[in-house]
């Protein structure tokens, strides 16, 4: 009950009839870089503080920031 890959063709052949291929490679590309700065963004915010110092003195709280020992 699933598509059946002559079905699939069939429906990739009229999508490119319909948008044609320039306008589908360009939006290929789009969502590539979309998912390529996701990923990014997420490497980025793993390594991210939760609470800067500034943020910290903001609020009169102590923050430790954690060696490298404890990241591994």
Request: hydrophobic letters at 45%; proline letters at 4%; aromatic letters at 4%.
């Amino acid at each position: 009950m699933g598509i059946s890959p002559t079905q699939l063709i069939i429906v990739l052949v009229i999508v490119a009839l319909v948008f044609g291929t320039k306008k589908l490679r360009n939006m290929g590309g789009d969502i590539g870089g979309a998912v390529k700065g996701f990923k990014q963004a997420m490497r980025d915010k793993e390594n991210a503080p939760l609470v800067t110092q500034e943020t910290a003195e903001m609020f009169d709280v102590h923050v430790e920031t954690p060696t490298a020992k404890e990241q591994a």
